[in-house]
């Protein structure tokens, strides 16, 4: 038997909009696609569908409804020009990382030309996402270290890095990489930055599934931003970069972080892509100021 698609996909539509989801289409184009096991490219050709395959559908479609992260259904997520493979337990990457992750690749850029492969940090790797872009977008001009506190996220990175060169190592990051003080030319990161009391306003699919580790950071959303200062003041060598992401609200408490360990000049905040104020960037002091 065979069940025609326009009424699925239109049922299905219905279903994610009463749901709230921002984008029922897309969603329901890719589910379909993904029962079917095609490209969704080449949902337009497709008039019908066996009845197993209507029946997954309509069981992703109900999960998605429910706030499911679609990036959970398909198993993937998309970071710029990589595909990672993401599930319960990490962080899933947002577009908004990607604008921090080009900045980064523009610093590095010339430094992969004019020194030795610069050294580069990822701390609070998640998925390994950044690490991974920037190994595909500077392929064999950088070494690169990601590292995440969480075991069952760093299982992921693993998974994402293992066909590159990157170092993936488990801990906190406080107190990682103590063999490349003053050596790094880079550290970047996406660390948890929500305040604690924020936690009804985070949407369905990123507070019931991202991990809390992930998100949350304290009162005022910045307890993992002042650790992870500290600890690229320790790892970087002079005259290197830090940049790291924060929330649309702390375009001025997160730089003003930096500001304060006084080891870093030029702290700098950036736009993303909506003009909301995203990520910091500094350059490492020779000596931080008494």
Same mark, same amino acid.
């Given at each position: 038997m065979s069940r025609p698609v326009r009424p699925l996909l239109a049922y299905a539509v219905t279903e994610l909009r009463d749901a709230g989801i921002e984008s029922p289409e897309q969603d329901a184009r890719v589910l379909?696609? &993904? #029962?079917?096991?095609?490209?969704? #490219? +080449?949902?337009p050709l497709l008039d019908a !569908?066996?009845? $197993?395959?209507a029946d997954l559908f309509e069981s992703m479609v109900i999960l998605r409804a429910v706030r499911t992260p679609l990036q959970h259904?398909?198993? +993937?997520a998309y970071f710029r020009h990589v595909e990672l493979a993401v599930g319960p337990g990490v962080f899933v990457p947002r577009p908004e990382t990607e604008v921090m992750t080009g900045w980064a690749i523009e610093q590095l850029r010339p430094m992969a030309w004019e020194m030795q492969r610069p050294l580069v940090v990822e701390l609070c790797a998640g998925s390994g996402a950044i690490a991974k872009a920037l190994y595909d977008e500077l392929p064999r001009r950088v070494r690169l270290h990601a590292v995440e506190l969480s075991e069952d996220a760093a299982s992921w990175a693993?998974?994402?890095?293992? $066909?590159?060169? !990157?170092? %993936?190592? %488990?801990? $906190?990051?406080?107190t990682? &990489?103590?063999?490349l003080d003053g050596t790094v030319d &880079? !550290?970047? #990161?996406?660390?948890?930055?929500?305040? &604690? @009391? #924020?936690?009804?306003? !985070?949407?369905p699919e990123v507070r019931d599934h991202d991990p809390a580790l992930a998100l949350f950071s304290g009162a005022d959303?910045? @307890?993992?931003?002042? %650790?992870l200062v500290r600890t690229a003041t320790r790892l970087l060598k002079p005259g290197g970069l830090l940049c790291f992401e924060h929330a649309d609200a702390q375009g001025e408490s997160a730089p003003a972080v930096v500001t304060a360990a006084g080891g870093f000049s030029a702290v700098r905040d950036h736009p993303d892509l909506t003009g909301r104020p995203r990520f910091v960037t500094a350059v490492r002091r020779l000596a931080a100021r008494r």
């Amino acid at each position: 038997m065979s069940r025609p698609v326009r009424p699925l996909l239109a049922y299905a539509v219905t279903e994610l909009r009463d749901a709230g989801i921002e984008s029922p289409e897309q969603d329901a184009r890719v589910l379909l696609s &993904l #029962a079917c096991d095609i490209e969704p #490219a +080449r949902l337009p050709l497709l008039d019908a !569908v066996t009845d $197993d395959q209507a029946d997954l559908f309509e069981s992703m479609v109900i999960l998605r409804a429910v706030r499911t992260p679609l990036q959970h259904l398909t198993g +993937r997520a998309y970071f710029r020009h990589v595909e990672l493979a993401v599930g319960p337990g990490v962080f899933v990457p947002r577009p908004e990382t990607e604008v921090m992750t080009g900045w980064a690749i523009e610093q590095l850029r010339p430094m992969a030309w004019e020194m030795q492969r610069p050294l580069v940090v990822e701390l609070c790797a998640g998925s390994g996402a950044i690490a991974k872009a920037l190994y595909d977008e500077l392929p064999r001009r950088v070494r690169l270290h990601a590292v995440e506190l969480s075991e069952d996220a760093a299982s992921w990175a693993l998974r994402n890095l293992r $066909d590159t060169s !990157v170092e %993936v190592h %488990v801990g $906190d990051m406080a107190t990682a &990489l103590p063999e490349l003080d003053g050596t790094v030319d &880079l !550290v970047i #990161a996406n660390p948890p930055y929500i305040p &604690l @009391d #924020a936690y009804e306003s !985070v949407p369905p699919e990123v507070r019931d599934h991202d991990p809390a580790l992930a998100l949350f950071s304290g009162a005022d959303g910045l @307890d993992a931003i002042r %650790v992870l200062v500290r600890t690229a003041t320790r790892l970087l060598k002079p005259g290197g970069l830090l940049c790291f992401e924060h929330a649309d609200a702390q375009g001025e408490s997160a730089p003003a972080v930096v500001t304060a360990a006084g080891g870093f000049s030029a702290v700098r905040d950036h736009p993303d892509l909506t003009g909301r104020p995203r990520f910091v960037t500094a350059v490492r002091r020779l000596a931080a100021r008494r």
